[in-house]
């Protein structure tokens, strides 16, 4: 499969997704920001720019690419492909500039970050979008149809609602006279929060230093519980962060729920309904969710006769913690556990006040919420 070919199929499968996503039955209940949306993503393709790069001198084989789609050149399917390049700082920069047109700062930046990382991250521009890829998108076409998702939805429908929007925002500000809120100096903003005295912010970040996660628990739940514990240690600035921590460390929770199902089920998801049989290599939870939801919506599947690798799709945190049990991987009285967490979360997500959590309170939180987590990728039977 050449670009010209690959890129067709792209464009063809995001537009004709994005469709889906935003198909109404009553034309009313389409927002203005949702047809400026499905206006410009009615105008793919755009031009396109290819850059080839090796990532690994010693084995030319290994090869990344980076992308430029150029949104002021919509409904044109154009695409350049430059000269191969070396992954290194100087040479990624020159490229960016002489192909990409980019300006001398902005190559400078982006060339940097790339050779840093190695790794496959998106870079909006004011009129475009940068993507590079740790891999050849040719020999990995359906990995890149399901990876393109992550940064091009975000900037593409963002873009497009701004540009194609006829209906003009309020400004709130403007209309009641709101002034802006006075600068802080950071002087001010590093100064101890007083109702967080008992504590210094070492003894804070030694009081969630041992809270650890297992490693097989999945990066993206460990990122989102050291984001809660990072967000515990802050507090000795702002106290109300005690609060955030604590409900941040709860949907750390909810995520791992979604992960340990995957986990159970493997690489590859066959959802059964009635004579049908659908796949789906490298499930997440979300991707089979939308799934079903879309085909309730189109198909009118019932989805309680639904089956993923031949069990029940949980539909919801309290179905996941119930196939957790009925599979053996939690007792009852842990599922128990699991049920008044998710309580809690409800009611913290839920609110009719501000509520203010002491440190104890949110300490327990996560120590709680850590050794749950771990319990559930601990009784991995497949690891």
Not at 4 to 19: A, D, G, P, T, V
Not at 136 to 156: A, C, G, L, Q, V
Not at 357 to 377: K, Q, T, V
Request: proline share 4%.
């Amino acid at each position: 499969m050449n670009y010209q070919e690959l890129f067709s199929e792209i464009f063809s499968h995001h537009k004709e997704r994005m469709k889906r996503n935003y198909h109404k039955e009553d034309p009313e209940e389409i927002s203005p920001n949702e047809k400026a949306i499905l206006t410009g993503f009615s105008k793919l393709p755009c031009k396109l720019d290819i850059i080839e790069v090796n990532l690994d001198e010693n084995n030319p084989s290994k090869r990344g690419c980076l992308l430029k789609y150029d949104l002021t050149s919509l409904e044109e399917s154009k695409i350049t492909i430059h000269d191969i390049i070396e992954c290194n700082t100087e040479e990624l920069k020159k490229a960016l500039q002489k192909n990409f047109c980019l300006s001398e700062n902005r190559s400078e930046v982006l060339s940097t970050e790339i050779n840093k990382a190695k790794s496959t991250a998106g870079f909006p521009l004011e009129d475009a979008y940068v993507h590079f890829l740790d891999y050849d998108i040719k020999e990995n076409f359906d990995k890149f149809k399901d990876e393109m998702t992550s940064p091009f939805y975000p900037f593409f429908t963002d873009y497009f609602a701004q540009k194609y929007n006829t209906v003009e925002k309020i400004d709130f500000n403007k209309l009641y006279e709101l002034l802006p809120e006075k600068t802080i100096p950071i002087s001010e903003y590093l100064k101890p929060d007083l109702r967080g005295s008992a504590y210094t912010i070492e003894e804070l970040q030694k009081q969630v230093s041992s809270l650890s996660l297992i490693p097989k628990v999945p990066d993206t739940v460990k990122s989102m519980f050291k984001t809660a514990k990072d967000l515990y240690v802050l507090s000795f600035f702002n106290y109300q962060l005690f609060t955030v921590a604590s409900h941040y460390s709860l949907l750390s929770f909810d995520t791992a729920l979604e992960y340990r199902f995957i986990t159970d089920i493997g690489n590859k998801a066959q959802i059964h309904y009635e004579d049908e049989i659908q796949e789906l290599t490298n499930p997440t939870y979300s991707k089979i969710f939308s799934r079903l939801q879309n085909q309730k919506r189109k198909q009118n599947w019932k989805l309680y006769k639904v089956r993923v690798n031949g069990k029940k799709f949980p539909m919801s945190s309290n179905e996941l913690i119930s196939y957790l049990m009925a599979n053996g991987i939690i007792p009852k009285w842990q599922a128990n556990i699991f049920q008044a967490i998710k309580k809690l979360r409800n009611s913290m997500t839920h609110i009719d006040h501000t509520s203010t959590f002491a440190p104890s309170m949110a300490y327990g939180m996560l120590e709680s919420l850590c050794y749950s987590i771990n319990i559930m990728f601990h009784n991995d039977k497949n690891h």
